[in-house]
C-alpha cells in the first residue's frame, strides 16, 4: 500500500525537484494553490511566476474575452496562454534540464448572497521530461464548503494535489484520481469530470477514468454523451428537461427502447416541457451490484458503449434511491424531469424497507423526490398467468400506502405507458443474458439489431458467436 503523502511533503517535494519548473495562475479565489509552495519553503526552485487576474478587464486583456469567466473556455485559454510563456522565456535557459507545467483555476467559492455553492475549473499542461510534448488534465469540482474561506483551503489542497499527481503519478492515472481527495474528504467537494489528454495518456479511456471517480467516491455520476465522450453534467444538463430510464441495460433490450421511446413521446408533449430541450439519458446505478459483488467496470463501459451506438446519453451513478437520483439531477436544471420505470420497479418504490436509513421513511424520501417538477412515467407488466396486465391503475400496493399512491398518481406524479407493444413484456435483460451465456441464438431477436451486432461482433457477455 502507498503511503499518502501530506500536503505540506507534496509541495515540498515539487520544490526541491531541480527538474521541474512552471507558473500558477488562479482567478477567483486567492492564490491558495500558489501559497502552499511559498510557505514550504524553496518555491524559487518550482515557481517562475504566480499571478492571479481578479479584474474582468484584466483576465479579458490576458487570456482574451469569454462568455463565462469559471468555464472550461477560460481554463483553457489559461493553460494555453501561461504554458506559451514559461517555454519561449525560459526554453534557452532551462528547456535542456526542466519540465515545464503550467497550473491554473478559475473558481467561484460559496456564496452567502446567492445561497449557491462554489464550483471550478482546474487543470495542469506539463511536460513528463524536457523537449516532450505537452499532457494535459482537466478537472471540474463541485465545492460543499459551508463559507468560503472553507472552499479556499479545499482548493489549495486539491491544486497541490493535482500537480503533484500529473509531474509523479502520470504513468498510474487511478493512483493519481485517488491521490486527489489526499488530505481531503467528499464532504468537502466533489469531482464531477477529469480530462486526460496528451502523450502521457495516449493509452487512457477518459470514461474509464469517469467511471472511477464515481467508484472511488469522489463524483455521485459520470455522463457520456451519444459519441462516448464524457460531458461535465452541469454543462449537459443546464436548463434542459430531462428523461431518464434506470436500468441494468445487461444487455438493452427491445423492452428498454420501447419504454424509452414511448416516454420520450408523452414527455415531449407536456404543456410546461420544450421538446427541443430534452436530454434523454440512459441510467446505470452501481447500487444495482449484489452485495459483495465486485465493480466490473469494463462491462459497465460495454454497456454505455452499446447504448451510445444506440444515440443515448449514458449516465453511471451512486444513486441507488430514486430520490438520490431525483436531487442529483435538479442540482443541475430547474425544468422537468421524467423518470422512466415498468410497474414492477415502481411497486419497489413502495417498498418501504428502502428507506429505513431515513429518520422520515418512505414520506421524507417521496418528499425529497417530488418536492420538485418530477413525475414517473410507468409501463405496464405482464400478470401471472401471462394474460392480464398489470398497469399503473391495478398494481399490487400495501393497504396502508394506497392512499398516499392513490395521491400521486391522480395528481399526475405517476403517468401511464400505455402504448408499450405487448409483445416486448416477455422480454428481461437476465434472460437474454443467460440466451447469450448458453449460444441460445434466440436472444438476437430480443434485442435491436444494432445491439446485436456490437455483441457478437465484440464477443461481449461471453458472447461466442
Not at 486583456?61 to 477560460?74: A, F, H, L, T
Not at 494555453?80 to 522565456?89: D, W
Not at 495516449?202 to 457520456?224: C, E, P
Not at 431525483?326 to 428502502?354: N, S
Amino acid at each position: 500500500m502507498e503511503s499518502i503523502l501530506d500536503t505540506h511533503r507534496k509541495a515540498r517535494t515539487i520544490n526541491l525537484d531541480d527538474g521541474k519548473y512552471g507558473t500558477i495562475a488562479e482567478i477567483g479565489a486567492g492564490q491558495e494553490t500558489a501559497r502552499w509552495f511559498f510557505q514550504v519553503g524553496g518555491a524559487a526552485g518550482t515557481i517562475a511566476k504566480a499571478m492571479s487576474a481578479y479584474d474582468m478587464t484584466f483576465s479579458d486583456s490576458i487570456y482574451g474575452s469569454c462568455k463565462r469567466y469559471v468555464s472550461r473556455e477560460r481554463l483553457q485559454a489559461m493553460l494555453k496562454h501561461e504554458y506559451r510563456l514559461v517555454n519561449e522565456r525560459l526554453q534557452k535557459k532551462r528547456g535542456d534540464s526542466s519540465a515545464f507545467f503550467a497550473f491554473a483555476n478559475t473558481v467561484a467559492t460559496h456564496s452567502f448572497v446567492r445561497q449557491q455553492a462554489g464550483h471550478g475549473w482546474l487543470g495542469i499542461r506539463f511536460q513528463t521530461r524536457s523537449g516532450e510534448e505537452a499532457s494535459q488534465i482537466d478537472v471540474h469540482v463541485c465545492l460543499r464548503g459551508q463559507e468560503s474561506l472553507q472552499d479556499q483551503e479545499t482548493l489549495g489542497i486539491l491544486g497541490v494535489n493535482l500537480i503533484f499527481g500529473a509531474l509523479y503519478l502520470h504513468e498510474k492515472p487511478e493512483a493519481l484520481i485517488r491521490s486527489l481527495l489526499d488530505q481531503l474528504s467528499s464532504e468537502l467537494l466533489e469531482i464531477d469530470m477529469i480530462d486526460f489528454s496528451g502523450p502521457a495518456f495516449s493509452d487512457i479511456d477518459n470514461r474509464l477514468m469517469a467511471l472511477r471517480l464515481v467508484q472511488y467516491g469522489l463524483s455521485s455520476a459520470a455522463m457520456f454523451q451519444a459519441d462516448g465522450n464524457v460531458v461535465q453534467p452541469a454543462d449537459a444538463l443546464y436548463k434542459k428537461a430531462v428523461l431518464v430510464e434506470r436500468s441494468r441495460f445487461r444487455p438493452p433490450t427491445h423492452l428498454n427502447m420501447n419504454l424509452l421511446d414511448s416516454a420520450h413521446a408523452a414527455f415531449g408533449k407536456e404543456p410546461d416541457v420544450n421538446p427541443d430541450d430534452v436530454i434523454v439519458l440512459s441510467e446505470m446505478t452501481l447500487h444495482n451490484l449484489v452485495e459483495g459483488e465486485e465493480i466490473d467496470v469494463e462491462d459497465y463501459l460495454h454497456r454505455a458503449e452499446i447504448l451510445c451506438a444506440l444515440g443515448k446519453h449514458v449516465m453511471i451513478s451512486d444513486c441507488g434511491a430514486f430520490y438520490r437520483l431525483a436531487e442529483y439531477l435538479f442540482r443541475y436544471t430547474q425544468c422537468p424531469v421524467g423518470i422512466v420505470l415498468g410497474v414492477p420497479t415502481l411497486e419497489q418504490v413502495f417498498d418501504e424497507k428502502y428507506y429505513e436509513s431515513l429518520e422520515g421513511g418512505i414520506l421524507e424520501s417521496f418528499g425529497r423526490m417530488f418536492r420538485n417538477d418530477l413525475r414517473l412515467y410507468a409501463g405496464p407488466a405482464l400478470g401471472k398467468d401471462d394474460n392480464d396486465l398489470v398497469t399503473v391503475h391495478n398494481l399490487s400496493i400495501p393497504s396502508h400506502l394506497k392512499h398516499l399512491y392513490l395521491y400521486l398518481l391522480e395528481n399526475g406524479y405517476i403517468r401511464e405507458l400505455s402504448d408499450i407493444r405487448r409483445e416486448y413484456l416477455s422480454i428481461f435483460s437476465h434472460s437474454v443474458l443467460e440466451k447469450i451465456r448458453q449460444g441460445d441464438d434466440s436472444w438476437i431477436d430480443m434485442v435491436p439489431g444494432a445491439v446485436a451486432e456490437i455483441i457478437r461482433k465484440k464477443r461481449l457477455f461471453q458472447c461466442e458467436s
